[in-house]
């Protein structure tokens, strides 16, 4: 009997997101490729090419190409050159969020309507055009989505606001999405990661260093969360150890969630 298998032996995985070392989406990038995946990257412009070229050669990824959610036929472009490439898909990681940094402080109720369109916009629309290009690239025996939301979605978390808003209808969307592409195999599901030093978070949400203090303080772990920590969750998401798991919110949080008073 064989004793080590590697999950993901050969699946072709396409990481939207990742920015820098410290991007949640590349410790999911170092788990997949760990667990035997072929890797393609996509970065937002050329500022963030310069970063995201070399860590694409790290793990040998196949694919690094251009992608701004909101460019029009960028998406397409980039599903294109993965069907040409590769014939296929069998993961995608939609890791992918924006806000305008003056609707991440002082009062929701005054979010402007072009910031609030601009969130959703990015952080949520994009999940449902990307796993919509995505649909016919998955085999018959399907695939598996996954996206990357937090606890401000349940919850109201100071400074947080729109994003919230935006995270709880992405939340949705993986519902409905995961109903819509059921029948075709294809698993969609969200990871709810707890508080990350990355550059979106520590640099676009106020007060985000008190966010994690409270959570190495409450958490039942009592400690933070790394990006490998989600790293690991996303294996078990696309293997086929998460056969049966579809249109689910995965808390990676040290069960902060969890915690009452
Ligand atoms: P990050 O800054 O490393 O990643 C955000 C990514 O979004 C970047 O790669 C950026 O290029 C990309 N992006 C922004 N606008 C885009 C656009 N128009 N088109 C394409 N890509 C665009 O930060 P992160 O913390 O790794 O964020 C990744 C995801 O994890 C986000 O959805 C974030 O909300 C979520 N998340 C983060 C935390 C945290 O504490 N860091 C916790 C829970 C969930």
Known sequence: MAVRQELLADRRALVFGVANERSIAWGIT???????????????????????????????????????VVEEGQVRAVFDEVRREWGGLDVLVHSIAYAPREDLEGRFVDTSREGFLKALRISTYSLVELARAAEPLFPDGGGSIVTLTYYGAEKAIPNYNVMGVAKAALEASVRYLAMDLG??????????????RTLAAAGGVRGFRTLLGIVEERAPLHRGVTTDDVGGAAVFLCSDLGAAVTGEVLHVDSGFNVVGL
């Open 30 to 68: 170092r788990a997949l490729r760990r667990h035997g995946a072929r890797i393609a990257l996509t970065y937002l412009n050329d500022v963030l090419e310069r970063r995201v070229r070399p860590l694409g050669e790290e793990v040998g990824a196949e694919l690094v190409l251009p992608c701004d």
């Open 183 to 196: 029948p075709r195999g294809i698993r969609v599901n969200a990871i709810s990661a707890g508080p990350i």
